[in-house]
């Protein structure tokens, strides 16, 4: 059966704080890997990663793939009140593109 | 461009009563999908059209539950009879095209509490 399995589920810092989530999955059929936001209402789209090794940046977040290891990490660094929300990993597969998602990593920054 | 719209965004019923959502995606995109969203877990996926045909429905309990996108544009999600697992926060989402890369946006949310 396809998983995707995140960890930590929760995870509490200080702002300035860097923070690791990792990511892991068995998936047959894979195409490509995601990371979305979700604060309370609907998820957004952060990145979408299909080749191993290829670091995708955006501002202090970046994410990675291990195809060979099946899993993708996604670091934040010096951590905002403003990034306090969960971040959940997808994995998009077979031709139809639909997404498995993971239960999510919930992050809470305190000041 | 707008979003993707949901209704209703909150929606509380006993069990063994009918509830339907609504969803109206970002215009132009061919491919609309159901997620369910229980506390604590991450979506999964209930159904996926495209225009106003099923392209996956393998987790949909069709007992129970049923959606339809009669002219290829809104959706409509029903869930006849509830039960008490079906609270939950039911998401639509739309992307452009399937098949290759293409981004999902989705609404936000309609959340059902079934007492």
């Known amino acids: 059966e396809d998983k995707v399995v995140q960890s930590p589920l929760s995870l509490v810092v200080h702002e300035g704080d860097t923070v690791t989530l990792n990511c892991s999955y068995e998936?047959?059929?894979?195409?490509?890997l995601l990371w979305y936001k979700q604060e309370k209402k609907a998820p957004t789209f952060l990145f979408m990663l299909?080749?191993?090794?290829i670091e995708k940046k955006s501002g202090r977040l970046s994410s990675i793939l291990d195809k060979k290891e099946l899993f993708s990490i996604l670091n934040i660094t010096a951590t905002q009140t403003g990034d306090s929300a969960v971040y959940l990993c997808?994995?998009?597969?077979?031709?139809?593109?639909?997404?498995?998602f993971g239960k999510g990593t919930k992050l809470s920054v305190k000041p | 461009e707008a979003g993707v719209a949901q209704s209703p965004r909150y929606k509380i019923i006993e069990k063994r009563q009918s509830v339907a959502f609504w969803c109206n995606p970002i215009s132009g995109h061919a491919t609309l999908y159901w997620y369910q969203q229980i506390l604590g877990q991450g979506p999964k996926l209930l159904i996926q059209f495209q225009n106003n045909g099923v392209v996956d429905d393998s987790q949909l309990p069709k007992d129970r539950f049923s959606a339809e996108r009669l002219k290829g544009v809104d959706s409509t999600l029903k869930i006849q009879p509830a039960k008490l697992e079906d609270s939950a926060v039911y998401l639509c989402?739309?992307?452009?095209?399937?098949?290759?890369?293409?981004?999902?946006?989705f609404g936000p949310g309609t959340r059902l509490t079934v007492l």
């Open positions: 998936v047959t059929n894979f195409r490509s």
């Open positions: 989402a739309s992307s452009l095209g399937w098949g290759g890369f293409n981004e999902q946006f």
């Open positions: 997808a994995v998009e597969r077979g031709s139809q593109g639909n997404l498995i």
């Open positions: 299909t080749s191993s090794g």
